[in-house]
């Protein structure tokens, strides 16, 4: 059995207009200054207390701000100016690899379960994913245990599994796991960061990953 764990923004879709929306309107709520755009694209992957806590200090009212994304998110989903955006081919690949008799797919991300379930179900893709490991079930990146709890529930072992992302959290969460890992050049990070960050192979179209994979998982 080969496990194949994909990072959700970034890689799977765009979501720039979301986060982006939605720090400005909470960071207003709570009267305080919005970051810059590159600073808060430059987290993505963490989980989103961790990320709030990194652009907003410490003593903001992190719990708080939150629970105002949570309330937020649904409403942003619903306009189509904001809504999550597949990559072009994703989709297709998705449905080819999850097709596999001998392939189990999972997902490692920085959302809740709560707030991906809803994202995948609008794109038809909870069907895909045998496993989702979330920011409610592991540690923020890149702390391995997203990976290693994937691994641990579907049995499969590090030398069957890869994963594949687009930050340097990723690389480093995949490094830590004992994983090999999959850098694409269309998210968030660059990709000699994704490089120097342990990435063993670099994407730069959805065509390409899908070589890619294929030639990871025959080393």
Partial sequence: MKLIIFDF????????????????????EFQLPAPPPATSLALVGKSLNVILTELAGPTAPISEM???????????????????RPFDGVGDLLHELSSSPDTVLGLATGHRTDTVAPALEELRWDGHFQNIQAADTAP???????????????????GDTIFIG??????EMARAAGLRSIGVAWGYHETDRLMAAGAH???????????????VMDE
């Fill in 9 to 28: 923004d970034g890689t799977l879709v765009d979501s720039r207009s979301l986060i982006l929306e939605s720090h400005r309107i909470v960071f207003a």
């Fill in 66 to 84: 939150v629970r105002a994304y949570d309330l937020l998110l649904p409403q942003l989903r619903a306009d189509a100016a904001f809504a999550e």
């Fill in 140 to 158: 923020s990146k890149p702390h391995p245990g997203m990976l290693l709890q994937a691994m641990a529930a579907t049995g499969a072992t590090p």
């Fill in 166 to 171: 687009d930050t340097t959290f990723d690389m």
């Fill in 201 to 215: 192979r670099i994407a730069t179209a959805v065509d390409e990953l899908r070589d890619c994979i294929r030639s």
